[in-house]
């Protein structure tokens, strides 16, 4: 088969391209010209000229590359597949459905979820948006390339903590830095890793235990988990995104905030903590048990090589398009 991808969000449709042509399938990534990508809401709407005439663009291409399969990502661009006039599946990342009811396009939003053929959502926090919309909407794990994001050994001169989330509000970034501040006078000697970026940046940088990086490219991520013991991602949303997932596939212990362990069906080797304590405790608990640490990381990457490797999720996702051709009458194309 033919794959377009639409975008790529948190390289989801990186991995799925790669997962999909070692299956033996052609795959196109397609990207939008995000004008306005950090704006606010509202102010979004000054370009959605610039907007509508690059979706057009993207309409052309998909028509033009006569596809047999069209994924978009992110729930938005869902309207690029209404434009082509061709059947697609959407796939839903965060933000873009998560408090729907106040964007100012909510409408555009719900009318690219009811026309997908299939609507997927990378995190199961976004069951209830999705749902709401298309209940037939599946849960799609985040495909992990555990190739490239795999266990290496702890270096000697191996660091404390990598902060591996946004210092950003939406990732809990104000009860992380408030951790960070117990753990600093009770152990001034803790070194801190986090990457510049997001609104608290400022907040982390007057830490003495944290050292800022600058935004690093996505190769860097293996060995920089690699050199620490203890990595924090989010701790607000309750579901653990890609970033995450990678660092358990580096079989190191994560600290984050997750919630949704019956979506698995067992049990998830998170350090799940919401609050500054709990933070400071798991942090303190896993540098000063060793034994434990490494428990936990291995663990860790089991779990993703049985619920996230990126082989297994594009067989699921080649799976529904077969399925939809079986279903055809004549199976001359596929329709999504």
């Given at each position: 088969?033919?794959?377009?991808?639409?975008?790529?969000?948190?390289?989801?449709?990186t991995e799925l391209a790669t997962g999909l042509r070692a299956r033996g399938h052609t795959?196109?990534?397609?990207?939008?010209?995000?004008?306005?990508?950090?704006?606010?809401?509202?102010?979004?709407?000054?370009?959605?000229?610039?907007?509508?005439?690059?979706?057009?663009?993207?309409?052309?291409?998909?028509?033009?590359?006569?596809?047999?399969?069209?994924?978009?990502?992110?729930?938005?661009?869902?309207?690029?597949?209404?434009?082509?006039?061709?059947?697609?599946?959407?796939?839903?990342?965060?933000?873009?459905?998560?408090?729907?009811?106040?964007?100012?396009?909510?409408?555009?939003?719900?009318?690219?979820?009811?026309?997908?053929?299939?609507?997927?959502?990378?995190?199961?926090?976004?069951?209830?948006?999705?749902?709401?919309?298309?209940?037939?909407?599946?849960?799609?794990?985040?495909?992990?390339?555990?190739?490239?994001?795999?266990?290496?050994?702890?270096?000697?001169?191996?660091?404390?903590?990598?902060?591996?989330?946004?210092?950003?509000?939406?990732?809990?970034?104000?009860?992380?830095?408030?951790?960070?501040?117990?753990?600093?006078?009770?152990?001034?000697?803790?070194?801190?890793?986090?990457?510049?970026?997001?609104?608290?940046?400022?907040?982390?940088?007057?830490?003495?235990?944290?050292?800022?990086?600058?935004?690093?490219?996505?190769?860097?991520?293996?060995?920089?988990?690699?050199?620490?013991?203890?990595?924090?991602?989010?701790?607000?949303?309750?579901?653990?995104?890609?970033?995450?997932?990678?660092?358990?596939?580096?079989?190191?212990?994560?600290?984050?905030?997750?919630?949704?362990?019956?979506?698995y069906g067992v049990e998830v080797p998170v350090v799940h903590a919401e609050t500054p304590?709990?933070?400071?405790?798991?942090?303190?608990?896993?540098?000063?048990?060793?034994?434990?640490?490494?428990?936990?990381?291995?663990?860790?990457?089991?779990?993703?090589?049985?619920?996230?490797?990126?082989?297994?999720?594009?067989?699921?996702?080649?799976?529904?398009?077969?399925?939809?051709?079986?279903?055809?009458?004549?199976?001359?194309?596929?329709?999504?």
């Amino acid at each position: 088969m033919r794959f377009a991808q639409v975008n790529d969000v948190a390289s989801v449709a990186t991995e799925l391209a790669t997962g999909l042509r070692a299956r033996g399938h052609t795959v196109e990534i397609l990207y939008p010209r995000l004008y306005g990508a950090k704006l606010p809401p509202l102010l979004k709407l000054a370009v959605a000229p610039l907007r509508l005439l690059d979706w057009l663009r993207l309409a052309a291409r998909l028509r033009r590359g006569r596809y047999d399969a069209v994924h978009i990502h992110y729930a938005y661009l869902g309207l690029v597949g209404i434009l082509a006039g061709v059947p697609y599946v959407l796939h839903c990342h965060g933000d873009d459905v998560r408090d729907l009811a106040r964007r100012p396009w909510r409408g555009l939003i719900r009318l690219a979820l009811r026309r997908a053929a299939h609507v997927y959502y990378s995190t199961p926090d976004l069951a209830r948006w999705c749902t709401a919309v298309r209940p037939d909407a599946e849960f799609l794990p985040n495909p992990v390339d555990t190739a490239t994001f795999r266990p290496q050994p702890l270096p000697a001169d191996a660091r404390d903590v990598f902060i591996i989330c946004a210092l950003a509000h939406n990732k809990g970034a104000e009860t992380i830095l408030a951790a960070m501040r117990l753990l600093s006078a009770r152990r001034p000697g803790l070194r801190v890793t986090a990457i510049a970026g997001g609104e608290l940046t400022r907040q982390f940088e007057a830490l003495p235990t944290v050292v800022l990086l600058l935004h690093q490219p996505r190769e860097r991520l293996p060995g920089l988990m690699a050199r620490h013991r203890v990595l924090i991602g989010q701790v607000h949303e309750g579901a653990i995104g890609m970033v995450e997932l990678e660092g358990m596939a580096c079989g190191r212990p994560v600290i984050a905030s997750f919630r949704f362990a019956d979506v698995y069906g067992v049990e998830v080797p998170v350090v799940h903590a919401e609050t500054p304590e709990a933070i400071a405790a798991a942090v303190e608990q896993l540098l000063d048990d060793r034994a434990l640490a490494e428990a936990v990381g291995a663990a860790s990457r089991r779990w993703v090589e049985e619920h996230h490797d990126a082989a297994r999720i594009a067989e699921r996702v080649e799976a529904w398009h077969r399925a939809r051709i079986d279903r055809r009458p004549g199976r001359g194309s596929v329709e999504a």
